[in-house]
T-cell receptor, first 111, second 110 residues
Framework: DAGVIQSPRHEVTEMGQEVTLRCKPI?????LFWYRQTMMRGLELLIY????????DSGMPEDRFSAKMPNASFSTLKIQPSEPRDSAVYFC?????????FGPGTRLTVT | DAKTTQPPSMDCAEGRAANLPCNHS???????VYWYRQIHSQGPQYIIH???NNETNEMASLIITEDRKSSTLILPHATLRDTAVYYC???????????FGTGTRLTIIP
């Protein structure tokens, strides 16, 4: 298996633009997680899905952030409009039972 | 979930055993101890987890004290590739949410 796949790996955008991050979980995994990592705040859970259903979105910072999981093999995290403070590394992870497998991350820079 | 306390940084000589402590004095009976690590610029990687018995896998050993208030992750023969930030996380059984703290930055010295 190729592991969790994230795209793009790097994204540079201007403030106010829409940004869409993509994630393909490991086949057979039924839970998917979106995390954000910054130097100031560390690694934070934004939202997670179980069987494609959002279970906990309490970590989503504000209405500018939204996440979807239309099927078991694809999820998106969208930021609209983006702001400089959204600059971070965004990780997607998937799990079947207790072990979460993380993707390589998307480094987002908002100028 | 119970809070954990870890030293901010540690050094270990290559080839020696690295012992990383974690304090979780408020842990509840149904809470597990998980360890993840994050090598620079990569996503976190699961290492091991346990409830009350000691655990061992191909990566590491986890020693949990009898009162469960602390634990130690042991990397038996540390290599340069083990240089990473190590996170100790306490999670209630059935809960999928991981709350990452600041971890311990382990540096393996040649």
């Amino acid at each position: 298996d190729a592991g969790v796949i994230q795209s793009p790996r790097h994204e540079v955008t201007e403030m106010g633009q829409e940004v869409t991050l993509r994630c393909k979980p490991i086949s057979g995994h039924n839970s998917l997680f979106w995390y954000r990592q910054t130097m100031m705040r560390g690694l934070e859970l934004l939202i997670y899905f179980n069987n494609n259903v959002p279970i906990d979105d309490s970590g989503m910072p504000e209405d500018r952030f939204s996440a979807k999981m239309p099927n078991a093999s694809f999820s998106t995290l969208k930021i609209q409009p983006s702001e400089p403070r959204d600059s971070a590394v965004y990780f997607c992870a998937s799990s079947f039972r207790y072990e979460q497998y993380f993707g390589p991350g998307t480094r987002l820079t908002v100028t | 979930d119970a809070k954990t306390t870890q030293p901010p940084s540690m050094d270990c000589a290559e080839g020696r055993a690295a012992n990383l402590p974690c304090n979780h004095s408020t842990i509840s009976g149904n809470e597990y101890v998980y360890w993840y690590r994050q090598i620079h610029s990569q996503g976190p990687q699961y290492i091991i987890h346990g409830l009350k018995n000691n655990e061992t896998n191909e990566m590491a050993s986890l020693i949990i004290t009898e009162d469960r208030k602390s634990s130690t992750l042991i990397l038996p023969h540390a290599t340069l590739r083990d240089t990473a930030v190590y996170y100790c996380i306490v999670v209630a059984g059935g809960n999928e949410k991981l709350t990452f703290g600041t971890g311990t930055r382990l540096t393996i010295i040649p």
